[in-house]
């Protein structure tokens, strides 16, 4: 008997059916190609690539996504097995051959005792199925999205991904940058200073101008070009073509600060970045989202007073994606707030990146798992990046304007390193990195331990 449907053959429903499967559970697993094909796809293989043969770094000591393919694999991640089966030349990244993989991930599917594939679009939730993960990805179908905003609110289901960079707080400069809200205003944390301010004279606003407008802009995918901006997320070289002066009345206006290292000096415009995680380990630059392509886009960045050395944990972007509100709408073991009986994965969760669309695939699963064994549903503790992913899109700290994120380490719970604050900075760095690694693996082993012996 069928214990588990999961809607969507990518990488997450995929997983999710592989770990379900390997632990007894029989499953349904539904992929709606080739009965209804998507403009991004081209094959009919479960677990498509679609726009990069690259799972990114494979660095388990000092990068975060490594560290996160190191926990998959502790997993026994079906999807890791196959990447390192396939995996191509790329120096210390993990890239695939892409076909190989698929076919890989597909046989592994179609050929377990316990996994019934059925090639077939879901458009709805029947009453009568008790334990759904939706793991439908960035272009789920228009029937289901209406299923899913049916089932929450209007602001719950977002249709394009506006991002704006993100930075590590230690990487500002804050002998040129201030902390100060516009007008002084108390923000919702009761201080005044919500917002660090890079100011920029009118010479410096004006060849910023003009770089934005004669930088190289990424091109869209085919299945993106028709799809419209809001006027609420237009690219920031879109609004500074429209004239010199949009931006500094617009993302960039200088009106109600003062600059306290020029004392009386109003600045003629300004970049604000806005904290935007619980520790103040990251901030975003506000009004910031952008297509142009990445290497353009740190050049200039790091052009603004106070970001000439500027560490990014992500960069600006703006594509066609379908994601839910994650923190308004799931519980920390991924189940939907209003019909637990259903569960999220992958990139509709608001995850960035092939490997943190398995990692949510493989949670969700494993919090199903335990579901039916009438166990807790305890998601790993958030110094593991898997643990750390899911704290990011399920928070409930009054999240506005939530954005899809990939793995870094600004997400991971910080860790104490005053024993080596003496240290040169790049040493203090990669030790502090190794320490993070080694500390995610072993609460990662203890999670599993503890919740699934």
Same mark, same amino acid.
Request: hydrophobic share 35%.
């Given at each position: ?57 494979? *660095? ?24 390192? /089966? %396939? /995996? ?8 695939? #051959? ?9 046989? %592994? ?18 009453? #009568? ?25 209007? $602001?719950?289901?977002?249709?394009? *991904? ?10 500002? #400069? ?19 200073? $919500? ?26 995918? #085919? ?29 960039? /206006? ?21 904290? $935007? ?177």
């Amino acid at each position: 008997m069928t214990q588990v449907k999961i809607i969507g053959g990518g990488l997450a429903g995929c997983e999710a059916a592989w770990q379900l499967a390997e632990r007894g559970i029989k499953v349904d697993l539904y992929e709606m190609r080739p009965e209804k094909s998507t403009p991004a796809h081209q094959t009919s293989e479960l677990a498509e690539l679609v726009c990069s043969n690259s799972f990114r770094s494979d *660095d388990k000591l000092s990068n975060a996504v490594g560290i996160l393919h190191e926990e998959l694999r502790i997993c026994g991640s079906l999807i890791m097995k196959a990447a390192d /089966k %396939h /995996k191509v030349p790329a120096g210390s990244a993990l890239a695939v #051959d892409r076909n190989l993989f698929s076919a890989e991930v597909t046989k %592994h599917i179609s050929d377990h005792k316990n996994i019934k594939l059925i090639q077939k679009e879901v458009k709805n939730i029947p009453d #009568d199925w008790e334990n759904i993960i939706i793991a439908t990805g960035p272009l789920t179908s228009e029937p289901l999205s209406k299923f899913i905003l049916n089932k929450s609110s209007n $602001d719950s289901l977002y249709f394009f *991904d506006a991002i704006a960079p993100i930075i590590y707080s230690d990487s500002i #400069d804050m002998s040129a940058a201030w902390f100060q809200s516009r007008y002084n205003k108390v923000g919702p944390s009761g201080s005044l200073n $919500d917002y660090i301010n890079c100011p920029l004279n009118e010479s410096q606003y004006l060849q910023f101008v003009d770089e934005l407008i004669d930088a190289d802009r990424a091109s869209f995918n #085919d299945w993106e070009i028709d799809t419209p901006y809001f006027d609420s997320c237009l690219p920031i070289e879109v609004i500074a073509r429209s004239g010199p002066q949009t931006l500094r009345h617009g993302p960039m /206006k200088p009106f109600g600060l003062n600059n306290p290292h020029k004392k009386g000096d109003e600045p003629y415009a300004v970049v604000q970045l806005r904290q $935007d995680d619980i520790t103040g380990q990251l901030y975003n630059m506000v009004g910031f989202q952008t297509k142009i392509k990445y290497g353009h886009q740190t050049d200039i960045f790091k052009k603004i007073p106070g970001l000439c050395n500027a560490r990014f944990a992500r960069l600006g972007g703006i594509h066609r994606n379908t994601y839910i509100n994650s923190p308004k709408l799931l519980l920390s073991n991924l189940s939907l707030i209003s019909d637990q009986r259903i569960k999220f994965a992958g990139q509709i969760t608001g995850v960035e990146g092939y490997v943190e669309s398995t990692s949510m695939g493989l949670i969700s699963s494993l919090m199903t798992y335990n579901k039916l064994k009438m166990r807790n549903q305890i998601p790993p503790p958030e110094t593991t990046a898997m643990g750390s992913l899911i704290s990011y899109i399920t928070r409930k700290d009054d999240v506005k304007n939530f954005q899809p994120m990939n793995i870094n380490f600004g997400l991971f719970e910080k860790m104490n390193i005053s024993d080596i604050r003496k240290k040169p900075k790049r040493i203090r760095d990669i030790e502090k990195k190794n320490r993070i690694a080694q500390r995610a693996e072993n609460d990662l082993n203890e999670w599993l331990s503890s919740n699934f012996a």
